[in-house]
């Protein structure tokens, strides 16, 4: 009762992926909202601003760094982000940190580190709930 | 706003008075200071199927969005081998934004694309073998669920891989059932393709 779920908009074109994140962060107890590209997670935010952002580089209409630099120029409560992406090339890496990410990953991302940056970007101890009882698979 | 516009329109104008049309004309607007005068000469080249060079040179430096949309038209109405060839080495543009326009751009040039598919899944940068994928997405082409499946067999690359078996479980048929249980045999550690090669699964005996 008076907990309020941490929310985190889950961004990225591909539909699976964006299933395999919400499922890890949903059996964590988080909040998961979902944006297919950059432009409509800039809608999501306008409704409400989220606690953490997990975006992909990669995506139509606008991409990743696009969305991060819209997102931080913002006068807005502002959250950590984590860049998820395929690509491992330092310039690639560098840009993300220059538009605004607090943390850049290559895909794949494994269940148990995604959840424990997210929780130390979220400032968090413990999920809020045992991934291990409400995981997909 | 209405005064910003009709000034807008008039240098619009003026510049389609001062220069020539012609391919030369056209060719030398497209390096023109002024994003309009960029912007019309893309869109005017259409006229040239010779100005492909010309226009994939200024897609390379171009950093006004709109010019970007319209030299991409451009080049798709074009839409020739050298104009995907154009396309493709945007493929490794480490431009983000550029890189997106091209795969949306060739994935409306099935026909021209398609026998540049098999060296594009082949290539020796991952990056560009997960692009060429990205544009199998939307690619109407007979031979897509094929390109997928040979990527899912052969390529060693996770990314590549994961990136096939997302579309597989879009346009996947009962054909591609033993290449992706042939995946999660190869991929046992990797949660990922596991979860992803078992959705497709799913979504393919569910029809």
């Keep these: 009762m008076g907990v309020t779920l941490k929310r ?19 059996a964590a107890g988080f909040a998961v909202s979902e944006a297919i590209n950059g432009l409509e997670a800039l809608e999501r935010v306008a409704e409400a601003p989220f606690d953490l952002y997990v975006v992909d580089i990669n995506m139509p209409k606008l991409d990743g760094y696009g969305f991060l630099r819209e997102l931080r120029s913002k006068d807005i409560p502002q959250a950590p982000a984590i ?30 580190r995604l959840l424990a940056h997210v929780l130390t970007l979220l400032g968090l101890s413990v999920a809020p709930r045992d991934p291990h009882q409400g995981r997909h698979q | 706003m209405a005064l910003k516009k009709a000034a807008a329109q008039a240098t619009t104008t003026d510049d389609e008075r001062q220069r020539d049309r012609d391919l030369d004309g056209l060719v030398l607007a497209l390096a023109d200071a002024d994003p309009l005068a960029r912007r019309w000469a893309a869109r005017d080249l259409v006229a040239y199927p010779t100005a492909t060079t010309a226009l994939i040179a200024q897609l390379m430096v171009e950093s006004e969005p709109s010019v970007m949309e319209v030299i991409l038209t451009t080049l798709t109405r074009i839409g020739d081998e050298q104009a995907v060839i154009g396309l493709v080495q945007c493929l490794r543009s480490e431009d983000a934004m550029l890189r997106n326009a091209a795969i ?13 598919m098999g060296r594009l899944l082949a290539d020796a940068d991952p990056d560009v073998r997960i692009f060429a994928v990205n544009v199998l997405e939307s ?44 995946l999660k045999q190869r991929f046992t550690e990797e949660p990922y393709i596991q979860f992803a090669a078992d959705l497709a699964l799913k979504r393919i005996a569910a029809g």
């Design chain 1, 8 to 26: 985190i908009l889950v961004i990225d074109d591909a539909a699976t992926v964006r299933l395999y994140h919400r499922g890890i962060l949903e």
């Design chain 2, 139 to 182: 690619l109407r082409h007979p031979q897509v669920e094929n390109w997928l499946l040979r990527v899912i067999t052969d390529d060693a690359h996770i990314n590549v891989c994961a990136t096939a078996v997302d579309l597989l479980g879009e346009v996947g048929s009962e054909v591609a059932v033993p290449a992706l249980r042939a």
């Design chain 1, 83 to 112: 860049m998820v992406s395929t690509e491992a090339a330092a310039n690639d890496q560098k840009l993300a940190y220059v538009s605004g990410a607090n943390l850049y990953l290559i895909k794949p991302v494994r269940p148990e």
């Design chain 2, 104 to 116: 949306e751009a060739m994935k409306l040039l099935p026909d021209e694309v398609a026998p540049m």
